[in-house]
C-alpha cells in the first residue's frame, strides 16, 4: 500500500493499529500491542494522558506554526524520536530499515533495538539519518562493551542504555498465544501463522530465501543464533540484576556521544543518572510492558524535570499515540517524546509508507493541537495551558514539582 492511499486509509494511528491487526498473526499482534500481566500499567499510560486537558488560547498570530527543536544539540523536525522495539522485522520484511528509512526522511532521530533482527550496519548504510542505538547491560559487561565498540565504529549518534528491565517480564497472552523465544510451531500457533498468508510469505518465506533464519543480529557475537534456536537462561538474554551508577560511568567513559538512561521514573535516579555523565533520561515505563503496577510516565515527568529539568535532555515514552500527548509532554517541560506502538503499527500495516504515515499523523495532529493553544512554536506550550489533576501538580513524589512553571525554560534540549 502506497503512502497516498494510506493517507485515504489510515487518519490516526489507531486506523493504523486495525491495519496491522489484519496483516498480523494475533501473538504477533500481541506482541507488539499489549503490555504485561493484566495491562494494568498500558492502560494506565493512555488514561494519564486523557487526565490532563488543554485550555486553548485565541486571537493569537499562529500563521507559519512549526514543530521545529533541537534534540541533544541537533536540528530535529519535531519533538519525536521513534522508540527503540525489537523484532521489527517480524512485522514486515527489513522492518526496522523500512522505520529508519521513514524516520530520516522526516527528519527526527530513531533508536534501533538490541532486539533488532537487522544489523545495526546495514541500517546505516541503508537508512542513514539520526541513528541512536538501544543498548541492554548483559550480565556478561564484556558483551555490553563488545557491543558499544561496535556502535561506534557503525558511527550511530547517541547510545540508549535501558535499565528497566532486571528480570524477564511476565506477559501471559504470549504463552497462550504459542508465542515465545526461542520460537516453536505448534497447535497453538500453526493455524493463526496460516490463516495470514501475506504475512508468512512476505516476512518469513522471503526473509529465509534471501538470509536464512531470522537472529538478533545486534547481540552480542556469541548468542547471535536462529531465533528459533536461542537458549534460554540467565546469561542468554540481555537482563541483568546487578546494574550499577559505576557500570554507567563506565559506559560513559567507554562513548564519545550523547548517552541517554531509558526507563527512569523517579527523580533520585534521573539525578543519579546525571551524575554518572548522562546527556540526558528517557522517562519510561517499557510502555507499559514491565511492571504492571508501574505509574505512567507522564505523571513522573513533572517531578524529573524539576529535579534535572535545567541538567539534561528529558524525553518521554510510553503511551504517546497522539499530537496532543506530544504537546502536552512539551508542555510539561519534555524536550520531545519517543514513540515505539504507533510506528510499529505502521509498519505493520505497510512497511516504510506505514511508518511514513504514522509520523506524518503525528506531526499533522502536534501542529494542529498547537494552534488551537495559541502557540506558534513549541517554547509557547507550556503548564499555563494544561489543567492538571492535582497529583501532577506536586508530582508522583511527594516533590514539589515547582519547575513545571518554567518548564520551557528549563528544557534541556
Known amino acids: 500500500m502506497d503512502i497516498e492511499r494510506l493517507r485515504t486509509k489510515a487518519l490516526s494511528i489507531s486506523d493504523l493499529r486495525e491495519l496491522a491487526k489484519r496483516h498480523l498473526p494475533r501473538g504477533i499482534?500481541?506482541?507488539?500491542?499489549?503490555?504485561?500481566?493484566?495491562?494494568?500499567?498500558?492502560?494506565?499510560?493512555?488514561?494519564?494522558?486523557?487526565e490532563i486537558e488543554i485550555c486553548p488560547r485565541v486571537v493569537q498570530d499562529v500563521s507559519g506554526a512549526t514543530a521545529q527543536c533541537s534534540i541533544l544539540g541537533k536540528p530535529s523536525a519535531a519533538p519525536l524520536a521513534i522508540s527503540p522495539t525489537g523484532f521489527a522485522s517480524l512485522l514486515w520484511l527489513d522492518g526496522e530499515i523500512g522505520s529508519a528509512k521513514a524516520a530520516a526522511a522526516a527528519g527526527i532521530p530513531f533508536a534501533l533495538s538490541t532486539g533488532s533482527i537487522t544489523p545495526m550496519e546495514r541500517v546505516k548504510e541503508e537508512a542513514g539519518g539520526r541513528l541512536w542505538l538501544q543498548l541492554y547491560v548483559w550480565p556478561q559487561r564484556e558483551m555490553t562493551r563488545e557491543l558499544i565498540d561496535r556502535a561506534r565504529k557503525a558511527d550511530y549518534e547517541a547510545l540508549i542504555v535501558t535499565v528497566d528491565t532486571p528480570v524477564a517480564p511476565f506477559?501471559?497472552?504470549?504463552?497462550?498465544?504459542?508465542?515465545?523465544?526461542?520460537?516453536?510451531?505448534?497447535?497453538?500457533?500453526?493455524?493463526?501463522?496460516?490463516?495470514?498468508?501475506r504475512w508468512l510469505f512476505n516476512v518469513v518465506f522471503r526473509r529465509y530465501l534471501r538470509s536464512g533464519p531470522m537472529v538478533a543480529e545486534n547481540y552480542p557475537q556469541q548468542l547471535r543464533v536462529p531465533v528459533k534456536a536461542a537458549k534460554v537462561g540467565k546469561f542468554n538474554l540481555p537482563f541483568s540484576d546487578n546494574v550499577s551508577w559505576e557500570d554507567i560511568r563506565e559506559f560513559r567513559r567507554l562513548w564519545d556521544g550523547p548517552l541517554l538512561i531509558k526507563g527512569i521514573m523517579h527523580p533520585d535516579d534521573a539525578a543519579q543518572a546525571v551524575n554518572a555523565g548522562a546527556d540526558g533520561v528517557i522517562v519510561s515505563n517499557h510502555g507499559g510492558r514491565n511492571l504492571d503496577a508501574s505509574i505512567a510516565p507522564i505523571r513522573a515527568l513533572p517531578s524529573i524535570v524539576d529535579r534535572i529539568?535545567?541538567?539534561?535532555?528529558?524525553?518521554?515514552?510510553?503511551?504517546?499515540t497522539r499530537g496532543s500527548d506530544i504537546a502536552k509532554a512539551v508542555a510539561m517541560g519534555a524536550s520531545g517524546v519517543m514513540v515505539g506502538k504507533a510506528g510499529l503499527f505502521g509498519v505493520a500495516a505497510a512497511g516504510q509508507p506505514g511508518a511514513q504515515r504514522a509520523i506524518e499523523i503525528l506531526v499533522e495532529e502536534l501542529l494542529r493541537v498547537m494552534i488551537f493553544s495559541g502557540a506558534r512554536e513549541l517554547r509557547d506550550l507550556d503548564h499555563h495551558l494544561l489543567r492538571l489533576p492535582a497529583d501532577f501538580r506536586r508530582g508522583s513524589y511527594g516533590v514539589d514539582a515547582a519547575a513545571a512553571a518554567t518548564a520551557s525554560q528549563r528544557r534541556g534540549g
Request: glycine fraction near 10%.
Open 29 to 50: 499482534f500481541e506482541y507488539v500491542a499489549r503490555g504485561t500481566d493484566e495491562d494494568r500499567a498500558l492502560d494506565g499510560n493512555a488514561r494519564a494522558f486523557d
Open 171 to 197: 506477559r501471559p497472552y504470549n504463552l497462550k498465544n504459542g508465542f515465545s523465544i526461542p520460537f516453536r510451531l505448534s497447535s497453538r500457533n500453526a493455524l493463526d501463522i496460516m490463516c495470514h498468508p
Open 309 to 320: 529539568g535545567g541538567k539534561a535532555t528529558v524525553l518521554l515514552d510510553s503511551g504517546v
